[in-house]
């Protein structure tokens, strides 16, 4: 995002050595920031895309884009969300495709129900991508665990049923199932954590 634009930088983090997040705050409409960032990697041989379900998984973020790659090389995803004081929040997360694979529909996205987040939480995120993955990142007070069952109780209210659960140092885990109509099982590795870099907690 150019300086023109009057961008901040709220902070940053390395997830590993080829992924990296960075979220800042601009003074346009998520439509702009889309039209931006189409604009500027136009000359990188990167495309968008819309590989992510918004109305299952986490809910976070309303819109997110995707621009990867015709060949293995690196990708960028945008997820923007529209604040009060008139900004957008943009979520920018910078990867490496190693490999591009045309694969079908993910079957796992209909059944996985819609979780919404605690009240008053800030967050980024959230849709299902292909890769069967939903991800939260939530900034608030409360600790992993209470962040965990309260996406849990949705899970079980949606039919799901917890097969072991446990806390690893301070994050906390569980193993989730269900059936789907055809009576396929289905199993969720729910992990909420804290990363190190950062006083956020992630589903």
Request: neutral net charge; contains cysteine; glycine residues 8%.
């Amino acid at each position: 995002m150019s300086a023109s634009c009057s961008a901040a930088v709220v902070g940053s983090i390395a997830i590993d050595p080829l992924t990296w997040e960075v979220l800042i705050e601009v003074p346009l409409t998520p439509v702009q920031v889309d039209d931006f960032y189409r604009r500027a990697l136009a000359d990188r041989s990167l495309a968008p895309q819309f590989p992510f379900d918004s109305s299952r998984g986490f809910v976070g973020h309303q819109h997110r884009l995707r621009f990867t790659p015709a060949l293995p090389g690196p990708a960028i995803d945008v997820l923007t969300r529209r604040l009060e004081e008139g900004l957008t929040e943009v979520k920018l997360h910078l990867y490496e495709i190693l490999a591009v694979v045309q694969g079908p529909t993910n079957p796992f996205a209909p059944i996985f129900p819609r979780l919404e987040p605690p009240p008053a939480t800030r967050l980024w995120g959230g849709g299902i991508s292909q890769g069967s993955e939903t991800q939260i990142v939530l900034l608030g007070e409360q600790s992993t665990q209470r962040y965990f069952w309260h996406y849990a109780r949705q899970l079980r209210t949606c039919g799901w049923r917890l097969r072991c659960s446990g806390p690893l140092g301070a994050d906390f885990w569980g193993v989730w199932e269900a059936l789907d109509p055809e009576g396929h099982t289905w199993r969720i590795f729910h992990q909420a954590f804290r990363p190190l870099q950062m006083p956020s907690t992630t589903e």
